[in-house]
């Protein structure tokens, strides 16, 4: 059984620029939420996708917006990025939306804006 | 508001002396309760869901238990290699998708 991927590792970015994270969920697994960390926090919900639309969104502006594509993967996008966006963006996969399903988190990505 | 608090924030303990971590959640209608373990910078990994007050779970020398209004992760005779940050989530049933995470508790086991 293979485990939630992300690529890449780690990014560098400077201010204004846009940025394309992506994730490859768990085999059998629907659903794909987004997390970002600051460091010494806990992940911050950003949006879940399940069956290739959004499925609840956090308290983040439009600029990030996301994708599901029909093989369950997604991917992040950030627009105009700004200094506070510099995080460890994470990837979760579950079976299903239902409120008892559990996460399964990627690796995560390192962004660093500049 | 749905909220998780975790204490202490930092925990330092010799090899082999037990000790528990707390988390307080405040949510409408529990439909789950997380613990992960994250060692720095990389993602969380999984260890136990509770559901219900009154349900524990154990693996090796870990062991979670459920009330109303707390949860708390027993750790038994730790060894350096359970040192990483201990984090607790929550997912509500207002109709919310998200987990809502403590900041966590940093684990130090000092051989």
């Known amino acids: 059984e293979t485990g939630v991927t992300q690529s890449p590792t780690h990014l560098i970015k400077t201010r204004g620029q846009q940025v394309t994270l992506r994730c490859s969920s768990q085999s059998g697994h629907n659903t794909v939420s987004w997390y970002q960390q600051a460091l010494g926090q806990g992940p911050q919900f950003i949006f879940q996708?399940?069956?290739?639309?959004?499925?609840g969104r956090g308290n983040f502006p439009p600029r990030f917006s996301g994708l599901q594509f029909p093989n369950y993967s997604s991917e992040l996008n950030v627009n105009a990025l700004e200094l506070d966006d510099s995080a460890l963006y994470l990837c979760?996969?579950?079976?299903?939306?239902?409120?008892?399903?559990?996460?399964?988190f990627g690796p995560g990505t390192r962004l660093t804006v500049l | 508001e749905d909220q998780v608090t975790q204490s202490p924030e930092a925990l330092r303990l010799q090899e082999g002396e037990s000790s528990s971590l707390n988390c307080s959640y405040t949510v409408s209608g529990l439909r789950g309760l997380f613990w992960y373990r994250q060692d720095p910078g990389k993602g969380p990994e999984f260890l136990f869901t509770?559901?219900?007050a009154g349900e524990e779970k154990e693996k090796e020398r870990l062991k979670a238990t459920l009330t109303k209004k707390e949860s708390f992760l027993h750790i038994t005779a730790p060894k350096p290699e359970d040192s990483a940050t201990y984090l607790c989530?929550?997912?509500?049933?207002?109709?919310?998708?998200?987990?809502?995470f403590g900041t966590g508790t940093r684990l130090k086991v000092l051989a």
């Open positions: 989530a929550v997912r509500g049933g207002s109709g919310t998708y998200k987990y809502i």
């Open positions: 996708y399940y069956r290739e639309e959004e499925n």
């Open positions: 979760a996969s579950s079976l299903g939306t239902a409120g008892t399903d559990t996460q399964y």
């Open positions: 509770l559901y219900s």
